[in-house]
């Protein structure tokens, strides 16, 4: 029985790692399972991609027709960082993303 609930418990800190990278879907993560260490690596590195895509919809709307195509950039790197970031759960690893996952070490819970 102690295998079994072992690996519940993986599957969950799996499942909460891989919402912890799509948007606001993180809070999930957060509620459920904050005090894993596994988990709240990934929370710390989906935190960073929200914060940018909070601040992306803020600007937009400021945006001039110039800048469109860098805002578009910008919303498809989250998206490829993201995608990284799930693979690097179900790999089971604690790997910065890169270019920003450094900035996950300013949230501190």
């Known amino acids: 029985m102690d295998g079994e609930n ?6 969950t800190n799996t499942l909460m790692g891989v919402l912890a990278y799509l948007g606001p879907l993180v ?3 957060y509620l459920v399972a904050k005090d894993d260490p596994f988990v709240k690596f990934h929370i710390k590195q989906g935190l960073v991609l929200l914060v940018i895509q909070v601040v992306l919809w803020v600007l937009m709307p400021m945006m001039v027709w110039g800048l469109w195509s860098l805002m578009r950039l910008i919303n498809l790197a989250v998206a490829v960082l993201a995608i990284i970031g799930i693979i690097n759960v179900v790999q089971k690893k604690e790997k910065e993303l ?3 996952g450094s900035f996950a070490s300013y949230f501190k819970f």
Do not use: A, F, Y
């Open 98 to 100: 890169p270019l920003v």
């Open 6 to 11: 072992k690996n519940t418990t993986n599957q």
């Open 27 to 29: 809070i999930v993560s």
